[in-house]
């Protein structure tokens, strides 16, 4: 799995197939996608376009998506999977994880509530049994690894124990201001793969991008602040994605290169803790518009 890798996450389709391409030339070679994201399709016709222009092989590419809340029922699990490799115009998925720990209502609405606007959950099925059907795509063999993300390591330790097939990676938010180094370390241990969003802490401001430690190393090095959080993320041993939405932004992410050891220490010496996104309480996103399902 290439480290850098780029985030789909982008509500608009137009700039999903403009990003997407410009991500592909600018080098990046893992695609972070979602069922969620309602925007499969657009990724699909751009990384065929893109590969069709560049002369670029299949396999030189790293695409995951992921299953949502809403098909967690293992009984619904394989057509999740065949409508997302569909949508995304491929025939084997390199990775495919379980968007959230959290199961809600099963059926098309990805966003159940009841009329209090409380999300409906599912408590028919354990995530156990949702991992079950993910390990039977493995072996099917159109999905070379499977894994999970929104997971802390209190939920990801009974799957890790009872699974026949163990998760390859597990994606979660990560960054400075929320390093998981618990979760890391256990990762390592188990040869799992962090896989980091929010490197750049989605770009919020105030926010990482303008942490004074973050900001003086940049200057140090002259490199740009969020060229800084990439090269720690990935110097850390996680993997993570960005989503940058213009070809110069794409570029700028694309070239990061290792920190000094004193700024890496200093990076790991920030005190302030912050979550940005709560998925991880609730399965609810954070930063998906609510109301519209496919
Ligand atoms: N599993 C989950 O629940 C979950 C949750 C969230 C995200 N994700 C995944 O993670 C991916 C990464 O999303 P993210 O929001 O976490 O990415 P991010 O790269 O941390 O943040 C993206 C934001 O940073 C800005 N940005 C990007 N490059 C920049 C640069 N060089 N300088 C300054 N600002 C820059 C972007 O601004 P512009 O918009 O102006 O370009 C955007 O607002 C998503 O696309 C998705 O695939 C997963």
């Known amino acids: 799995m290439p480290a850098l890798g780029f985030g789909t ?3 608009d389709a137009a700039l999903t197939i403009t990003a997407t391409r410009d991500a592909l030339e600018a080098g990046f070679r893992h695609f972070d996608c979602a069922e969620r994201y309602r925007n499969e399709r657009e990724v699909g016709e751009a990384l065929q376009a893109g590969l069709a222009d560049g002369g670029i092989p299949r396999e030189d590419i790293f695409v995951t998506t992921k299953l949502w809340n809403s098909n967690h029922r293992p009984e619904r699990v394989e057509s999740a999977f065949e409508g997302s490799l569909r949508r995304l115009k491929l025939n084997y998925l390199d990775l495919y994880l379980i968007h959230t720990p959290f199961a809600f209502q099963p059926g098309d609405e990805q966003d159940p509530r009841d009329q209090n606007g409380n999300v409906l959950y599912d408590q028919e099925v354990t995530l156990l049994d949702t991992w079950s059907a993910m390990e039977s795509l493995v072996d099917n063999g159109k999905c070379r690894a499977i894994g999970l993300s929104d997971i802390s390591l209190n939920a990801l330790l009974p799957i890790y124990e009872s699974s026949r097939i ?83 932004r794409a570029r700028e992410n694309f070239d990061i ?27 609810v996103p954070g930063f998906i518009p609510r109301g519209s399902s496919t």
């Open 9 to 11: 996450l982008i509500p």
């Open 257 to 283: 290169s290792a920190l000094p050891k004193d700024a890496f220490d200093e990076i790991n010496s920030i005190r302030t803790r912050q979550r940005l996104n709560e998925v991880v309480k609730t399965g």
């Open 166 to 248: 163990k998760p390859a990676v597990v994606q979660v938010e990560s960054h400075p201001h929320l390093p998981e180094t618990e979760l890391l370390e256990f990762c390592k241990e188990k040869g799992i793969v962090l896989l980091a969003f929010a490197p750049l802490g989605h770009g919020m401001k105030p926010g990482l991008l303008e942490d004074p430690v973050i900001t003086a190393i940049a200057a140090r090095v002259g490199k740009t602040p969020a060229q800084v959080l990439l090269a720690w993320a990935v110097q850390r041993g996680t993997a993570l994605l960005t989503t940058p939405k213009s070809a110069a």
